[in-house]
Each structure stands twice: as C-alpha cells, then as structure tokens.
C-alpha cells in the first residue's frame, strides 16, 4: 500500500522516490492564516488554482523548510485536489525536500562535466568536514549537502550553489571554506546573481514574494550581475566571426508551374532564391548578411559534405529515397 508524505507510515512510496518521510517535529512552525492568505494570492495568479501547486508547495517550505505533512494536506485542501495528488508532485521534484532542511542546501554538482574537474572531490571533502552525506543535515541545522544534477553552469565547472545561488568555478579549498563559513553565520557573496539569503528565504522567492525590505533593495537583487566572463566569450567569438542563429525558415510556398518565357528583367530564379537575394541585400550587420548568405540556396555546401550526385555511389542520401523522388517525377511527367 502506497504511502504518502503525511501518512501514519512515515514511509512515502509514489513509485518515484521511496524514501522515508520524517515525521514533523514538535516545534514546526504551523502554517498559519497569514500563510493561507498568501496561497490564495498566488492562486489568484492562475486561470485555474490548481496550477498554484508549484509555488504553493515553495510558500510551504519558506515556513517550515520542506513539504510537511501538514503542507500537503493545506495545499490540497486549498486546491482541491486529493493528497496523493499533491503528494506526487512533491516527490517528483527534487527541489521539494522530504526532510526539514538546515538554514542553508549546499548543492554540490557531481555531474559529467563538474566531476570532470573535480565536482566529486569536492563533494567528499565537504561532506567529510560536515560529518553528513547526501539529503543530510548537519546536527547544529546550518547546511544540508546533496550532490546534484547539471546544474545548468557547466560554463563555470565545477560549481556549487547555496540555496539556488552560484559558487563558480570551486575547487576542495575554496568550498570548505564556504561551507565552513555558513557554519560560523556569514553570508559570502555568490560569484554572480543575487546576494545569498537562506533556503527559507529562497522558497519564499521562488513562490512570488519578496523578502527584501523594500523596493530599492529588491531591484538591486534583480539587477545583480547575473553573466560572467566564460558565458561572455562564446558571445564575443560568436560576433567577431560573424556568426548568427539561423534565420527563421518559413514554408516554402507552392511551386508554380515553369514559365515557358523567362520574365521580364528576372534571372530565372525560383521565389526562394529571390527571397535569399533579398535577406542578404537587406541584413544591416555584416554578422546578419554572412548568416543569411550561409542559407542560400546557391551557397556552397560546407565543407565535409558533398551534393548526392543523381545515381552516383557514396551518398549520404537513404535508399530508397532517391527512388521515390524518380517515382514522383514519372507520376508528375505523366
Ligand atoms: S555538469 Fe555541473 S553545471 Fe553542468
């Protein structure tokens, strides 16, 4: 029998994730009226309350720093949806703790690129200094360690976040000074973003609601620079090439029947050559007019690949294609 976070089990099975769920301390802070009045602002937000789940359940840990029991059922209720219902979306999501979290998550990147460079190393040497492992806390509740997935800053490998902000580029040292400075109280700086607040303070943002004292301080955590320099450079090589995005390729429009009279001042060309003339006559960077020649269709093709030649050998056309293509011209010859 499946078990909920919430049940009497104390065991949460969803087919998912069955890892045990705690049972809520006695000095968890209950989720009160002010809590309820600000579910129902973020429901407010939505065509349909149901679609309030997923901040819903941040506004639940911004208080009492997982999704409890009790904030399963609260989010149901208020959405009316059931509790396995809500309880599915909670385990999904790994972003949804299971367990109340210390003040700060300490996520360390283990993936390709991040162990690569030595995310691993790190990680067995924060979780040695902390005495902890993975969704663990440490017994004074300052930091809960996990590894973690890509953490989208390959760019900055191997990285660490606390609650959600960056640590670029760490090594061993560097992260267990940051961890052993959380542990004393400080707040360091992240590399990039918004300055550091705590995981409660985070879930509270990630559920639509500031917690900065005022307006000024709230734009200033927005502005915070948020692209550094290794992102920069793909950027810049990209601009000093002079390579572009594709254009955006519209369908090709009906082909019209040959003309049996070249027209009038044309030089034989089908609309999308005309087209491709007139995207490259038209681009107003040299970046733009190099990617829209790139696209047209008498530009060469790139190096490495050659044109099939009509019944040649050594394609890279599908058999049988080329077949199919003869059988639709006979059909139209006919
Ligand atoms: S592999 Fe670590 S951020 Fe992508």
Known sequence: MSALPGSAEGTAVTGLDSSPVEPAAPDLPPLTAQTEAEAREVMARYPQPRSALLPMLHLVQ???????????????????????????????????????????????????????????????????????GHDQTTADGAVTLEHAECLAACDYAPVVTVDYEFYDQQDVDSARELVAALRRGEKPPPTRGAPLTDFRGISRQLAGFSQRADLAAERAAIDAPSAGEPTLVGVRLAAERGEVAPPMRHPEPEVAPEPDVEPAGGRGETDSEQAADTAVASADTPAERAGAAQHHPDAPEPAGRQPAERGGEGTDTPAGHSQAVAGDARERDA
């Open 62 to 132: 911004s208080v009492q720093g997982y999704v409890s029991p009790e904030g399963v059922g609260f989010c149901a209720r208020l959405l009316g949806l059931t509790k396995a219902e809500v309880g599915a979306v909670a385990t999904f999501y790994t972003m949804y703790k299971r367990h109340p979290t210390g003040r700060h998550l300490v996520s360390v990147c283990t993936n390709t690129l991040c162990a690569v460079l030595g995310g691993q190393r790190i990680y067995d040497a924060v979780s040695a200094d902390l005495g902890v």
